[in-house]
């Protein structure tokens, strides 16, 4: 089993930055991909950004130029810098860690994240 944690979601206005975090721990498979979804009311589930244990990076066009995944591998600890949020920012942020053998894996529990002046 894998239990994510994450935190750092809140209220900003727009334009506003925001650094979202996630750890994992427990049975952790070496080869992974971490990643953040983002859900909306009323839309379907989609992939933020996603950073493989190698450092190889993949991000939705949306947030290109304004978001930035990292990932601390002693820490097992994802990490989401959001700058210039936008109103359509706004949706529960997911983290998820896939192991390599895995299509899904897992997902933490959510934070919110709310783009309004």
């Known amino acids: 089993q894998v239990q994510l944690v994450e935190s750092g979601g809140g209220l900003v206005k727009p334009g506003g930055s925001l650094r979202l975090s996630c750890a994992a721990s427990?049975?952790?498979?070496?080869?992974?991909?971490m990643g953040w979804y983002r859900q909306a009311p009323g839309k379907e589930r989609e992939l933020a950004a996603s950073?493989?244990?190698?450092?190889?990076?993949n991000y939705a066009n949306s947030v290109k130029g304004r978001f930035t995944i990292s990932r601390d591998n002693a820490k097992n600890t994802v990490y989401l810098q959001m700058n210039s949020l936008k109103p359509e920012d706004a949706a529960v942020y997911y983290c998820?860690?896939?192991?390599?053998?895995?299509?899904?894996?897992?997902w933490g529990q959510g934070t919110q994240v709310t783009v309004s002046s």
């Open positions: 998820n860690f896939r192991p390599a053998w895995a299509e899904v894996g897992y």
């Open positions: 427990g049975n952790l498979f070496s080869i992974n991909t």
């Open positions: 950073i493989s244990s190698t450092g190889s990076t």
